[in-house]
């Protein structure tokens, strides 16, 4: 690990080749993963089936020179052991059967040990760095308190949140409540990840944007703030993204993460600018690896140019688009591999 160009920049070190992986780097854009996909109806039971989740991580790996492998799960697995019942629907995403609308409803959630509920998380670890290289960091991940509770509040996805923001706005005493509850399991369980292997952690705050700076600030901030806490006592590195969240940033970097990602519609060189001494992470445009090698190439080399001297982590700035050709992938990465500051 000593040798990882990921946790040399994590660490703060200026590293002269960067290091790169990418935000649902595990998924369906792969042949191999629709493959395994294909043998669990469930989607749930796919993330729960530790063998198969080592397998998915390692997929990427085998076909690109990345600098991490990040643990294929998902965000909502904590919603169960709570007592929230979530399906994946085919075409609809995620679907909550009973949403919490209430303070009853928040009162009627159960407390859990995610060692025993989550142990199958443990396992997948475990499994996955038999398989890879010992100075590949392995990324455990969480979602956000904010947007793991508005799936649960929601009942769906919903990039409005009007049932989140009305729970806050109309029984303030529940949301807060509520949330103060998901800081807590999440970071225990991004804690325990560490404790099971995990070099490096990652908060995926999906739905952030939706927030106005004001509204982020106390619907957010504190209980984002609350789970880097806990899961900053495992002594490793936390990298917090936030999806459409540009106009949060000054917000966002208030946060004691170690790295902050970027997604594609903030200004890279703005914000560097900006924050010359804070590690960040992105931002390339995921539709751009379906342009032609050419394009992708300048794109990639005028962020590298930005980035040359400073600790930067290069990564797309949101996930892998399911049709993305593996050549753009390629030479998106192979770009990075042969530059050299």
């Known amino acids: 690990m000593e040798k990882s160009l990921f946790l040399k920049t994590c660490a703060g070190e200026v590293t002269s080749t960067k290091p790169v992986w990418m935000m649902r780097q595990a998924g369906r854009y792969l042949p191999e993963y629709r493959e395994m996909r294909a043998k669990f109806p469930n989607f749930l039971e796919f993330v729960a089936n530790p063998e198969a989740a080592a397998e998915v991580t390692v997929q990427p790996l085998r076909r690109f020179d990345l600098d991490a492998a ?25 679907q909550v059967k009973s949403p919490v609308q209430s303070y009853r409803d928040i009162q009627g959630l159960s407390t859990f040990d995610s060692s025993k509920e989550l142990a199958y998380t443990r396992k997948a670890i475990e499994l996955t760095k038999q398989q890879i290289s010992k100075e590949t960091p392995l990324l455990g991940f969480v979602g956000g308190p904010l947007t793991v509770a508005s799936y649960a509040i929601e009942g769906q996805t919903s990039k409005a949140l009007a049932h989140t923001k009305r729970l806050y706005y109309q029984d303030p005493g529940a949301y807060h409540e509520f949330l103060d509850k998901m800081a807590t399991d999440l970071g225990t369980y991004l804690s325990l990840q560490a404790d099971w292997g995990c070099d490096a952690l990652v908060i995926m705050d999906s739905w952030a944007g939706a927030l106005s700076a004001e509204d ?123 530059y050299k500051a």
């Open 70 to 94: 990040i643990l294929f799960s998902d965000i909502l697995v904590v919603l169960a052991p709570m007592g929230i019942s979530v399906e994946f629907i085919s075409g609809k995403g995620p």
């Open 216 to 338: 982020y600030q106390k619907m957010a901030y504190p209980y984002t703030q609350k789970l880097i806490s806990i899961a900053k006592k495992a002594g490793k590195p936390i990298i917090h993204y936030a999806n459409g969240a540009g106009h949060l940033i000054e917000n966002i970097l208030q946060l004691e993460a170690t790295a902050f990602g970027l997604d594609f519609r903030n200004d890279l060189s703005a914000t560097l600018n900006k924050n010359p001494n804070t590690i960040f992470q992105g931002n390339l445009e995921p539709a751009l690896l379906f342009a032609p090698v050419e394009t992708i190439q300048e794109k990639t080399l005028e962020i590298l140019e930005q980035v040359k001297n400073r600790p930067h982590i290069m990564n797309l700035g949101h996930g892998v688009l399911q049709e993305t050709p593996l050549e753009g992938v390629q030479a998106f990465i192979k770009t990075i591999k042969n």
